[in-house]
């Protein structure tokens, strides 16, 4: 027993570490990467607080982080467990009150992030202090979960109902002058860069503090009421119309706003039980659960089996895109916004001045919004190099081609990126649907090329599907999967078949789409009720917004891979006819006013009936739940074939394709996730019931079929 009782001494002497400086004692919480509230860390400040409180020598304490933060939260593995365990232990409330009973000035040194509850630890000091790029927050929400060791309680005493009740139920960070404007933060020093010289300066704080009585946050009260009950109600009722419209669908930022509510009707103590009964709720929950897959699900899909960490990687110093138009100029955009030179080429100057001029305008809303400073957007927009030829092309370490989706002309760009650019360069395609393999055999160095299929808008979204193609080396999966985390991006790994992961399931999502208007759902019921389900947008809606052209240029190049005999959807091809491409034409599923405001067509359903009617197709009522049941179940019908084929390495890989590419409602966890929930022997009874209704589409994969007998989920399946 006494070793063992040694061994946790010692651990938690390496996780918090104790120093004096002239009557100032020095707690450093050294836990990296994030100095994390992990096991042991509280136990050892508490130890380090009652060793300051006991030496008669010690006037004041000041408790900073190690490394590049403070702390930036809790450990959210500790969350996970507690999720698997159906346990929830006590939490950090009882260690935050002892902080916050220390007799001595305990003054929190912020630089970094103190997030979660790394900004609970803070605000049970007596005094905070930050440097002026610090960020605090609560980002709680963001895992479906709220504050649970009096976050909501001890915020709105220091920064009032409105601003906590933004801050729990938003869980976006804040910056430390603002912080302090709020009154998080009691003051914002500009102390000289580096760890010594925070720490000088988080002491001299200290030493002004030092003997002067402390005020225990829990005891304020001054800031817990905007005036009547009736005001604060309004208040309340103000933020979680915001919160609903930001986080449609989810639990959790109403709890938050519940338990920040509570703080202004209850005593400090009750109103922490009410904040703990409300994190229990939410943790259990199936928003949770989703959230910290997802959470984990972006870490996990950057694990390749047979790409190990030690592989090498090439070195990405500057770029090339061929194509200067949507897609083109967004990648461009987001090399550049990495620092990365880019060349950007396009084959007629007319084209290439359209390209440049979108990316100037994209640049200068940036700048509007706030987002850029004018100086970022220039210094930006000068990293891209305009050009006509090819010219400059041995250069470039990575080249992206993003040019018309056509074979023909992939392999003709190709053949020329394989005979100028230098031996060592990578060479990737943004091709949505295209095969990597016929494009790589236009070149003389197929282990060099790849997919890297951005998502529109490229310098928006976060997604990026890496595709591997048959020769695809290890040397260019592991750089490009690197490169992806540099640009902002999400990489995930997959396969090379048609539509790859995310546009392969997308097909038969928008086929079921098609078919219930075509069967007799109204264009706006089949939006609505995905949206109700959590999309981002309508599945029609969405066929709008990239142009219905596109889809219906590449049906015609792949009619000949079509199945005989079974049904396709006709209506989107009759609309391109017609010359209704969606936003582009002002028409599509939908009209669009001047500001492509969405107006639903009366005349176009009437059409579409009539169509419908001469093809023998029976019209009837449709309800919301078949039509989500028809369109999510498609999605993961053909998610498990695509896993079961090996072209996506895990469910979870899908999963997060799907909410970072396809707008899929994170809290519901990503298509695969949400099947699991629902359970797979009942998904797979209604696939089964739509194919006796529906047809050779309705199909059962295999694996789901397998895994619905044996009574297990998609998390279970492992490739043999």
Known sequence: MPCF???????????????????????????????????????????????????????????????????AGADIKEFAKMRASRECGPGHTAFLLRVEDCVKPVVMAIHG????????????????????????GQPEVKLGIIPGAGGTQRLPRLAGIAKAAEMCSLGEPVKARDAFDAGIIDKVIDAASGETQWRAAAVSFAREVAGKPVRKTRERT???SVGTDAENAKVLAAARDIARKKWRGRHAPLAA???????????????????????????????????????????????????????????????????????????????????????????????LDRGLATIRSNYANSVKRGRFTQQYAGERMALITPTLSY??????????????????????????????????????????????????????????????HFFSPANVMRLLEIVRGAATSKETIATC???????????????????????????????????LVEEGASIETVDRALYDFGMAMGPLSVADLAGLDIGWRIRKEHRHLEPPGVRQPFAEDRLCEMGRYGQKTRAGWYRYDEQRRQVPDPELAELVRGWSRERGIRQREISAQEIVERCIYALVNEGARILEEGFALRAVDIDIIYLNGYGFPAHRGGPMFYADTIGLKKVYERVCDFERTQGENWRPAPLLKHLAEQGKSFVDFKRP
Do not use: W
């Open 481 to 515: 999967m690197q490169l992806s985390k540099r640009l902002g991006k999400v990489g995930v790994l997959v396969g090379n078949c048609r539509g790859f992961v995310g546009n392969r399931m997308f097909h038969p999502y928008r086929r079921e789409a098609q078919f």
């Open 391 to 452: 010219d400059d092309f041995a250069g470039p370490d990575v080249v992206i081609e993003a040019a018309f989706e056509s074979m023909a002309l992939k392999k003709e760009i190709f053949g020329e990126l394989s005979r100028v650019c230098k031996s060592d360069a990578i060479l990737a395609s943004n091709t949505s649907t295209l095969s990597i393999d016929d494009i790589a055999s236009a070149t003389k160095r197929p282990d060099s090329v790849i997919g890297t």
């Open 5 to 71: 009782e040694e061994h946790c001494a010692q651990l938690m002497a390496e996780l918090v570490r104790y120093a004096k400086e002239d009557g100032v004692a020095v707690v450093t919480i050294d836990n990296p990467p994030v100095n994390a509230l992990g096991p042991g860390v509280a136990e050892a400040i508490v130890e380090a607080l009652s060793r300051a409180e006991g030496d008669p020598d010690v006037r004041a304490i000041v408790v900073i982080g190690a490394g590049k933060t403070f702390v």
């Open 257 to 351: 706003i519940d338990a920040v509510e509570a703080a202004t009707k209850l005593p400090f103590e009750s109103g922490c039980q009410r904040e703990r009964d409300l994190f229990i709720e939410c943790l259990f929950s199936e928003e949770s659960s989703a959230l910290i897959h997802a959470f984990f699900g972006e870490r996990e899909v950057a694990k390749i089996p047979d790409v190990p960490k030690e592989t090498p990687v090439r070195s990405i110093r500057s770029a090339a895109v061929v194509g200067a138009g949507t897609m083109g100029g967004g990648i461009a955009m987001v090399f550049a916004n990495a620092g990365i030179p880019v060349l950007l080429k396009e084959s007629d100057q007319a084209a």
């Open 113 to 136: 992030t103190a997030f979660g509850g790394g900004l609970e630890l803070a605000m049970a000091g007596h005094y905070r202090v930050a440097l002026p790029d610090a960020q605090v």
């Open 222 to 224: 001054e800031n817990l």
